[in-house]
T-cell receptor, first 111, second 112 residues
Framework: SQTIHQWPATLVQPVGSPLSLECTVE??????LYWYRQAAGRGLQLLFY??????ISSEVPQNLSASRPQDRQFILSSKKLLLSDSGFYLC??????????FGSGTQLSVL | GDSVTQMEGPVTLSEEAFLTINCTYT??????LFWYVQYPGEGLQLLLK?????DKGSNKGFEATYRKETTSFHLEKGSVQVSDSAVYFC???????????FGQGTTLQVKP
Protein backbone atom coordinates (compact mmCIF):
# COMPACT_ATOMS: atom_id res chain seq x y z
CA SER A 1 0.00 0.00 0.00
CA GLN A 2 1.02 3.58 -0.50
CA THR A 3 2.12 5.82 2.34
CA ILE A 4 3.22 9.41 2.56
CA HIS A 5 5.69 10.73 5.10
CA GLN A 6 6.06 14.37 5.98
CA TRP A 7 8.38 15.87 8.56
CA PRO A 8 8.82 17.54 10.91
CA ALA A 9 5.39 17.70 12.53
CA THR A 10 6.07 21.06 14.15
CA LEU A 11 8.71 23.66 13.55
CA VAL A 12 9.49 27.00 15.14
CA GLN A 13 11.88 29.19 13.19
CA PRO A 14 13.07 32.78 13.54
CA VAL A 15 12.38 35.35 10.85
CA GLY A 16 15.12 35.32 8.23
CA SER A 17 16.14 31.71 8.80
CA PRO A 18 16.03 29.08 6.02
CA LEU A 19 13.40 26.36 5.71
CA SER A 20 13.38 22.84 4.39
CA LEU A 21 10.34 20.57 4.67
CA GLU A 22 10.57 17.11 3.20
CA CYS A 23 7.93 14.74 1.93
CA THR A 24 8.35 11.22 0.57
CA VAL A 25 5.87 8.76 -0.87
CA GLU A 26 6.23 4.99 -0.74
CA UNK A 27 4.55 2.23 -2.70
CA UNK A 28 3.94 4.04 -5.96
CA UNK A 29 5.83 5.46 -8.89
CA UNK A 30 5.55 8.72 -10.80
CA UNK A 31 2.90 10.25 -8.53
CA UNK A 32 1.69 13.82 -8.80
CA LEU A 33 2.99 15.67 -5.75
CA TYR A 34 1.62 18.79 -4.07
CA TRP A 35 2.40 21.34 -1.37
CA TYR A 36 -0.53 23.15 0.23
CA ARG A 37 -0.63 25.78 2.96
CA GLN A 38 -3.48 26.29 5.38
CA ALA A 39 -3.41 29.56 7.32
CA ALA A 40 -5.14 29.53 10.70
CA GLY A 41 -8.91 29.35 10.30
CA ARG A 42 -8.72 29.49 6.52
CA GLY A 43 -8.88 27.19 3.53
CA LEU A 44 -6.20 25.38 1.58
CA GLN A 45 -3.95 27.20 -0.81
CA LEU A 46 -2.13 25.20 -3.47
CA LEU A 47 1.50 26.33 -3.47
CA PHE A 48 3.28 23.96 -5.83
CA TYR A 49 2.57 20.80 -7.74
CA UNK A 50 4.73 18.45 -9.71
CA UNK A 51 3.86 15.87 -12.34
CA UNK A 52 7.40 14.49 -12.62
CA UNK A 53 11.04 14.78 -11.56
CA UNK A 54 12.28 18.31 -11.99
CA UNK A 55 8.84 19.55 -13.10
CA ILE A 56 7.50 22.14 -10.68
CA SER A 57 4.50 24.41 -11.18
CA SER A 58 4.07 27.38 -8.88
CA GLU A 59 0.59 28.61 -8.18
CA VAL A 60 1.31 31.84 -6.37
CA PRO A 61 4.31 34.15 -6.23
CA GLN A 62 5.84 33.93 -2.79
CA ASN A 63 8.87 33.50 -0.62
CA LEU A 64 8.95 29.73 -1.07
CA SER A 65 10.30 27.29 -3.63
CA ALA A 66 9.89 23.57 -4.25
CA SER A 67 12.06 20.87 -5.73
CA ARG A 68 11.62 17.26 -6.73
CA PRO A 69 15.07 15.67 -6.81
CA GLN A 70 13.71 12.12 -6.93
CA ASP A 71 10.49 10.56 -8.21
CA ARG A 72 8.92 10.24 -4.76
CA GLN A 73 10.54 13.11 -2.92
CA PHE A 74 9.17 16.64 -2.74
CA ILE A 75 10.90 19.43 -0.83
CA LEU A 76 9.58 22.84 0.18
CA SER A 77 12.22 25.47 0.87
CA SER A 78 12.83 29.07 1.72
CA LYS A 79 16.08 31.02 1.95
CA LYS A 80 14.68 33.56 4.42
CA LEU A 81 11.42 33.00 6.28
CA LEU A 82 8.89 35.79 6.79
CA LEU A 83 6.31 36.09 9.55
CA SER A 84 3.62 35.56 6.91
CA ASP A 85 5.04 32.13 6.10
CA SER A 86 3.56 30.76 9.32
CA GLY A 87 0.89 28.15 8.74
CA PHE A 88 0.05 24.50 8.40
CA TYR A 89 1.85 22.93 5.43
CA LEU A 90 0.50 19.80 3.85
CA CYS A 91 2.20 17.55 1.36
CA UNK A 92 0.01 15.36 -0.81
CA UNK A 93 0.25 12.83 -3.60
CA UNK A 94 -2.10 11.62 -6.29
CA UNK A 95 -2.24 8.65 -8.63
CA UNK A 96 -4.79 10.52 -10.74
CA UNK A 97 -8.55 10.70 -10.60
CA UNK A 98 -8.72 8.34 -7.61
CA UNK A 99 -8.03 11.22 -5.32
CA UNK A 100 -5.30 13.12 -3.55
CA UNK A 101 -3.91 11.79 -0.30
CA PHE A 102 -2.38 13.95 2.37
CA GLY A 103 0.49 13.73 4.79
CA SER A 104 -0.02 14.60 8.43
CA GLY A 105 1.17 18.17 7.98
CA THR A 106 3.80 20.47 9.44
CA GLN A 107 2.82 23.33 11.73
CA LEU A 108 5.31 26.11 11.03
CA SER A 109 5.57 29.07 13.37
CA VAL A 110 7.83 31.91 12.31
CA LEU A 111 8.70 34.22 15.21
CA GLY B 1 -9.98 28.96 -14.29
CA ASP B 2 -11.27 26.03 -12.33
CA SER B 3 -12.84 26.85 -8.98
CA VAL B 4 -14.93 25.45 -6.15
CA THR B 5 -17.43 27.37 -4.04
CA GLN B 6 -18.79 26.08 -0.73
CA MET B 7 -21.47 27.45 1.53
CA GLU B 8 -20.08 29.60 4.29
CA GLY B 9 -19.96 28.32 7.81
CA PRO B 10 -19.98 27.64 10.55
CA VAL B 11 -22.91 25.27 10.35
CA THR B 12 -24.27 24.42 13.79
CA LEU B 13 -26.63 21.48 14.20
CA SER B 14 -28.06 19.39 16.97
CA GLU B 15 -27.23 15.71 17.11
CA GLU B 16 -29.34 13.57 14.75
CA ALA B 17 -30.19 16.55 12.53
CA PHE B 18 -29.99 16.38 8.74
CA LEU B 19 -26.90 17.91 7.16
CA THR B 20 -26.42 19.55 3.79
CA ILE B 21 -23.27 21.40 2.80
CA ASN B 22 -23.54 22.96 -0.63
CA CYS B 23 -20.72 22.82 -3.15
CA THR B 24 -20.68 24.09 -6.72
CA TYR B 25 -17.82 24.08 -9.17
CA THR B 26 -16.55 25.62 -12.37
CA UNK B 27 -14.29 23.53 -14.56
CA UNK B 28 -13.35 22.87 -18.14
CA UNK B 29 -13.55 19.25 -19.14
CA UNK B 30 -14.77 16.54 -16.82
CA UNK B 31 -13.28 16.80 -13.33
CA UNK B 32 -13.44 14.29 -10.52
CA LEU B 33 -15.08 15.61 -7.36
CA PHE B 34 -14.17 14.97 -3.74
CA TRP B 35 -15.11 15.73 -0.18
CA TYR B 36 -12.34 15.86 2.40
CA VAL B 37 -12.71 16.13 6.17
CA GLN B 38 -10.29 17.71 8.62
CA TYR B 39 -10.75 16.94 12.31
CA PRO B 40 -9.29 19.41 14.82
CA GLY B 41 -5.49 19.36 14.83
CA GLU B 42 -5.24 16.78 12.06
CA GLY B 43 -4.52 16.60 8.34
CA LEU B 44 -7.06 16.00 5.60
CA GLN B 45 -8.78 12.70 5.01
CA LEU B 46 -10.58 11.72 1.84
CA LEU B 47 -14.24 11.25 2.78
CA LEU B 48 -15.81 10.35 -0.56
CA LYS B 49 -15.45 10.86 -4.28
CA UNK B 50 -17.23 10.73 -7.64
CA UNK B 51 -15.44 10.53 -10.93
CA UNK B 52 -18.22 11.08 -13.46
CA UNK B 53 -21.67 12.61 -13.81
CA UNK B 54 -24.47 10.98 -11.77
CA ASP B 55 -22.00 9.01 -9.66
CA LYS B 56 -22.82 8.94 -5.95
CA GLY B 57 -19.98 8.83 -3.48
CA SER B 58 -20.71 7.57 0.02
CA ASN B 59 -18.82 6.85 3.22
CA LYS B 60 -19.60 6.83 6.96
CA GLY B 61 -23.22 7.82 6.30
CA PHE B 62 -22.23 10.80 4.14
CA GLU B 63 -23.34 11.00 0.51
CA ALA B 64 -22.79 13.32 -2.45
CA THR B 65 -23.99 13.05 -6.04
CA TYR B 66 -22.07 14.47 -9.01
CA ARG B 67 -24.62 16.71 -10.79
CA LYS B 68 -23.23 17.92 -14.09
CA GLU B 69 -26.37 19.83 -15.03
CA THR B 70 -26.16 22.00 -11.92
CA THR B 71 -22.35 21.72 -11.51
CA SER B 72 -22.88 20.69 -7.90
CA PHE B 73 -21.65 18.09 -5.42
CA HIS B 74 -23.58 18.74 -2.23
CA LEU B 75 -22.65 16.75 0.87
CA GLU B 76 -25.49 15.19 2.89
CA LYS B 77 -25.92 13.08 5.99
CA GLY B 78 -29.21 11.96 7.41
CA SER B 79 -28.30 12.05 11.10
CA VAL B 80 -25.16 13.82 12.32
CA GLN B 81 -23.24 12.95 15.45
CA VAL B 82 -21.05 15.06 17.72
CA SER B 83 -18.06 13.18 16.31
CA ASP B 84 -18.84 14.62 12.85
CA SER B 85 -17.74 18.06 14.03
CA ALA B 86 -14.93 19.04 11.67
CA VAL B 87 -14.09 21.18 8.67
CA TYR B 88 -15.34 19.82 5.35
CA PHE B 89 -13.68 20.68 2.04
CA CYS B 90 -15.12 20.17 -1.40
CA UNK B 91 -12.53 19.73 -4.15
CA UNK B 92 -12.17 19.04 -7.84
CA UNK B 93 -9.37 17.29 -9.69
CA UNK B 94 -8.67 17.91 -13.32
CA UNK B 95 -6.62 15.19 -14.96
CA UNK B 96 -5.39 17.45 -17.74
CA UNK B 97 -3.65 19.80 -15.28
CA UNK B 98 -3.06 17.41 -12.39
CA UNK B 99 -4.28 20.00 -9.90
CA UNK B 100 -6.61 19.50 -6.96
CA UNK B 101 -8.58 22.68 -6.28
CA PHE B 102 -10.28 23.17 -2.92
CA GLY B 103 -13.25 25.16 -1.77
CA GLN B 104 -12.76 27.40 1.24
CA GLY B 105 -14.02 24.81 3.72
CA THR B 106 -17.15 24.67 5.88
CA THR B 107 -16.94 24.21 9.63
CA LEU B 108 -19.56 21.90 11.09
CA GLN B 109 -20.35 21.99 14.79
CA VAL B 110 -22.69 19.33 16.15
CA LYS B 111 -24.07 19.88 19.64
CA PRO B 112 -25.41 17.10 21.86
Amino acid sequence: SQTIHQWPATLVQPVGSPLSLECTVEGTSNPNLYWYRQAAGRGLQLLFYSVGIGQISSEVPQNLSASRPQDRQFILSSKKLLLSDSGFYLCAWSPGSAGVFFGSGTQLSVL
Amino acid sequence: GDSVTQMEGPVTLSEEAFLTINCTYTATGYPSLFWYVQYPGEGLQLLLKATKADDKGSNKGFEATYRKETTSFHLEKGSVQVSDSAVYFCALFTGNTGKLIFGQGTTLQVKP
